[in-house]
């Protein structure tokens, strides 16, 4: 009697301990999972915040159809990217859609005069921005960025 008793206590840690490490591990796994889903979700959520929305875009327009008419071709703005002008959209104006300040200058890209003569449009966030607008240049641009 009593040696069985003493016998199945000392067997009780041995077999409940496989269990409680598969769940150690399963618990430590999930853990794991969930720390690096929310440090997903923050990154996306700071990235909406800071950056621009799907509908702040620029379109510039380096051809014109028979008609006459220029062909705008839209991209989706990133927040603080220089984007080259191409010599062929260079004073065809743009059309900015969405909230954000659109900053263009006639200097390249590279290097630091992008200020020089920079010419911005801003749309503000509370006003209309599920439209387009024109802006024409004053001259010619070589590169623009969105600071949303």
């Known amino acids: 009697g009593p040696q069985t008793k003493l016998g199945s206590k000392s067997l009780c840690p041995v077999q409940s301990l496989s269990p409680t490490l598969a769940a150690m591990k399963f618990a430590l796994a999930a853990l794991?999972?969930?720390?690096?889903?929310?440090?997903?979700?923050?990154?996306?959520?700071?990235?909406?915040?800071?950056?621009?929305?799907?509908?702040?875009?620029?379109?510039?327009?380096?051809?014109?159809?028979?008609?006459?008419?220029?062909?705008?071709?839209?991209?989706?703005?990133?927040?603080?990217?220089?984007?080259?002008?191409?010599?062929?959209?260079?004073?065809?104006?743009?059309?900015?859609?969405?909230?954000?300040?659109?900053?263009?200058?006639?200097?390249?890209?590279?290097?630091d005069k992008f200020d020089y003569k920079k010419a911005t449009t801003e749309v503000d966030a509370s006003a209309t921005t599920t439209s387009c607008q024109e802006v024409s240049f004053p001259y010619d641009m070589s590169c623009y960025s969105v600071s949303c």
């Open 32 to 111: 794991v999972a969930a720390v690096a889903l929310a440090h997903c979700e923050a990154t996306l959520l700071s990235a909406g915040v800071k950056g621009c929305g799907p509908q702040t875009k620029v379109c510039l327009a380096g051809f014109k159809n028979a008609a006459g008419d220029l062909q705008f071709e839209c991209k989706v703005a990133v927040d603080g990217e220089k984007v080259a002008i191409k010599p062929s959209e260079a004073g065809n104006g743009a059309k900015v859609c969405g909230p954000g300040h659109f900053h263009f200058s006639p200097m390249q890209c590279g290097g």
